[in-house]
């Protein structure tokens, strides 16, 4: 099923534009030029990451950069259905030398932003995820790419975004607004802590929108996070 990506379809509604807020965050965290690679994660399944990234690599796309949203989640791919492209070849066949990367990426109707998608899906993905070619070709796609973008399985359930964030510049952690599970975000993040992992900032994401609410007319905000990592932003996003 061809699933919805807002900024695309409605540009200028105003969670499009609290993605675009968040760009600009992560821009603005980005003085040295060193994000290039961006994960994202959560603790559980479904609070909406593969939404948050898609969202986001559209909305840097839109800024002329090249961008390349890269499939991660090899165990539940869904960056495919997104943007309702074949998911016949993709990441594992160009790790397992199969078809060449040129072979598999997809160009889409944003201008700047192709897509890899998961390709048959692995028996072994954490070793996949951190095998020295997924590494190399990583660095390759440096090159090529402004940006590259990947979705990644909830950390809270299996390691693989920790092995991800390995070789991320930033890592973005989404949780869902009546989802959150305390314990299991806070295992979430040792986990990432434990990896070094670079976390640039939380979404919160389907927030409840109440029709007299200030993100009416504000749909986002960002703060200074207390503790120990002072540039990590919170983010809004509202129910669609
Ligand atoms: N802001 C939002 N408002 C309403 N629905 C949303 C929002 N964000 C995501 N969703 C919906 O929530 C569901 C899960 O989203 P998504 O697939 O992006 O989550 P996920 O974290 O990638 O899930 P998984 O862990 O299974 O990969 C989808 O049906 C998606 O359309
Ligand atoms: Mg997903």
Redesign the pocket.
Known sequence: MK?RIISIDNPKSP?AEAYRGIRTSIEFSDVDKKLKTICIT?SH????????IANLAVSFANLDKKVLLLEG?LR?P?VHRMFNISNIHGLTDVLFGKQSFLECVHPTKIKNLNVLTCGATPINPSEMLSSKKMREFIESLKEAYDYIFIDA??IGIVTDAGIISTYSDGVVF?TGSNEVDTKLANLSKERLEKVNANILGVVL??LEVNKNSEYQYYNYYYQEQSGRSNKSKKFK????
């Open positions: 699933r969670i959560s399944q479904g609070e909406g990451k593969s939404t948050v989640d539940n869904s399985p909830p989404v994401n389907k996003i509202g129910k669609n």
